[in-house]
């Protein structure tokens, strides 16, 4: 079992940046992949960003690569998202997500969630 807690969430203008940070306990922390998705309101759930469990490999979506920024501390047990430049499409219910496996997280089958955390853009 993984617990997740997201946080950092907020109201922001157009072209401003936020910091979402995911803490997590449970299991060995740096053996797990970490990732963000987000949904739209009437929208599925979409990949973000993931990152593997030395932070040595990560992936993004091509809507946000180029402006957020994936990271990890280990020592902290803390996962981060990094988003600049945003956009009023990017407001969305950002959730942390962890899986065993980098290669798959991305898929959203069998990860361990977060609760969410509400971002919103204005324009």
């Known amino acids: 079992q993984v617990q997740l807690v997201e946080s950092g969430g907020g109201l922001v203008q157009a072209g401003d940046s936020l910091r979402l940070s995911c ?3 449970g299991r060995t ?4 992949a970490m990732g963000w998705f987000r949904q739209a309101p009437g929208k599925e759930r979409e990949f973000v960003a993931a990152i593997s469990g030395s932070a040595s490999i990560s992936s993004y979506a091509d809507s ?3 402006r957020f920024i994936i990271s990890r501390s280990n020592a ?6 990094q988003m600049n430049s ?3 499409e990017d407001t969305a219910i950002y959730y942390c997500a962890a899986h065993s496996s980098f290669l ?6 069998d990860n361990y969630w977060g609760q969410g ?3 919103t853009v204005s324009s």
């Open 117 to 119: 955390t509400q971002v």
């Open 64 to 66: 946000v690569k180029g």
């Open 104 to 109: 798959t997280i991305r898929i959203g089958n």
């Open 76 to 81: 902290k047990t803390t996962v981060y998202l």
């Open 29 to 32: 922390f740096s053996s797990i």
């Open 23 to 25: 803490a997590a306990s």
């Open 86 to 88: 945003l956009k009023p």
